[in-house]
Every structure is written in structure tokens, then in C-alpha cells.
T-cell receptor
């Protein structure tokens, strides 16, 4: 069974640029959630994708957008990067069911905005 | 609003000692789960233990156990016989069993186990 993978591991961008982060969900999972973890903080929920549609969003501006593909992998896109976007971006996959859906995390992408 | 508060930014104990990490949360929901996650320097968020709110019995997983006080909205983690590999950031988290089931995390406690 393949776990959650994310690419790239590290990324450096300059203010105003755009970035795309990628996540491959664990085998058999159909839902992907994205979290932003600023340095020294706990992760914050950005949004979730289920069946290629956004299924819940946290308090993040529209310049944070995403996609989910038919194979359930996902992308997080951030436009007009700001210095405060520097963070660890975590994705988590799960299998949606009627009860509790455990989320399995990837190793994260460290984004630095200069 | 749903919030999770961890009041201990850092803790340090000697190997083999017992340590307790504190967490309080706030919610008006009745159907929820509470979690403790471990994040070592490798950054991978690992689930340590899970507690269903409707269960009165405290969850245990080997050396890890929780003290769940629902009325007080308190959820502490006890690590017994601590090991060097337990050194990590520990996050308390909460989710409501509806909708996206987003995880709401606390600020974290940096735990160091000293040899």
C-alpha cells in the first residue's frame, strides 16, 4: 500500500509569483485535504476535495485554489504569493464514509517566499 | 467557533519518565473526535491516539493514554516510560463528524526526551 506523497519537498519563490504543489493520495482514498502550517504553529485547514469538487474551505483567500483529478491526486495553487505564505503545506487523504474518516498525512512541501 | 488550546509550548523529561501534555478545546457540537498527533523533525504528521467523544472510557495505545474530561473539555496525553524516539512536536486536534471533517489543531507542545 502506497502512502501519501507530496512534491516538491522544498520550493523557493519570490513575492508575486504563482506556485503549484502536488499530492498523491493513499491507495483507495477518494478525498484530499490541504493544510497550511506556519513555523511554530499548528496546521490550519485550507480546503478539501472530494470527487473532484471542493468540499469545504477554511479561512483562506481565493488566491488559494485547488484541483482534484480522476485518480484522486490533487494540486494546491497559490497566486500572487505573499511573504506570509511561507509555510509547510500538508496534504492528507482519506476514504469518505458515513462515519469518521481518518486522514493520513504526507510529508509536506516547505514553501519559502522571498 | 471551535478552538483547541495547548498551554505548554515546551516540555522536557528524562528517558523512562512519565509526562503529561495538556489540551483544552471548545465546541458546541456533540458528535466529535479528539486526537493527539506527533510530528517529528521529518515533518510527517503521525496519529498517536484517538478518542470518540461519545465514549466515556479513556483511549489507550501501548505507552500512550488519554484523560478525557468531557464536561471540562479537557483532553490530556500521558506518555509512560518515555523513549528518545518520543521527541517531537505534539498536536492536539479535534474534528466534528459532519461535512469535511476538517481537523482543528492546537499550537503544539515541543517535547524533548533527554537521555
Amino acid at each position: 500500500e502506497t502512502g501519501v506523497t507530496q512534491s516538491p519537498t522544498h520550493l523557493i519563490k519570490t513575492r508575486g509569483q504563482q506556485v503549484t504543489l502536488r499530492c498523491s493520495s493513499q491507495s483507495g482514498h477518494n478525498t484530499v485535504s490541504w493544510y497550511q502550517q506556519a513555523l511554530g504553529q499548528g496546521p490550519q485547514f485550507i480546503f478539501q476535495y472530494y470527487r473532484e469538487e471542493e468540499n469545504g474551505r477554511g479561512n483562506f483567500p481565493p488566491r488559494f485554489s485547488g484541483l482534484q483529478f480522476p485518480n484522486y491526486s490533487s494540486e494546491l495553487n497559490v497566486n500572487a504569493l505573499e511573504l506570509d505564505d511561507s509555510a509547510l503545506y500538508l496534504c492528507a487523504s482519506s476514504l469518505r464514509s458515513s462515519g469518521y474518516n481518518e486522514q493520513f498525512f504526507g510529508p509536506g512541501t516547505r514553501l519559502t517566499v522571498l | 467557533a471551535q478552538t483547541v488550546t495547548q498551554s505548554q509550548p515546551e516540555m522536557s523529561v528524562q528517558e523512562a519518565e512519565t509526562v503529561t501534555l495538556s489540551c483544552t478545546y471548545d465546541t458546541s457540537e456533540s458528535n466529535y473526535y479528539l486526537f493527539w498527533y506527533k510530528q517529528p523533525p521529518s515533518r510527517q504528521m503521525i496519529l498517536v491516539i484517538r478518542q470518540e467523544a461519545y465514549k466515556q472510557q479513556n483511549a489507550t495505545e501501548n505507552r500512550f493514554s488519554v484523560n478525557f474530561q468531557k464536561a471540562a473539555k479537557s483532553f490530556s496525553l500521558k506518555i509512560s516510560d518515555s523513549q528518545l524516539g518520543d521527541t517531537a512536536m505534539y498536536f492536539c486536534a479535534f474534528t466534528v463528524i459532519q461535512g469535511a471533517q476538517k481537523l482543528v489543531f492546537g499550537q503544539g507542545t515541543r517535547l524533548t526526551i533527554n537521555p
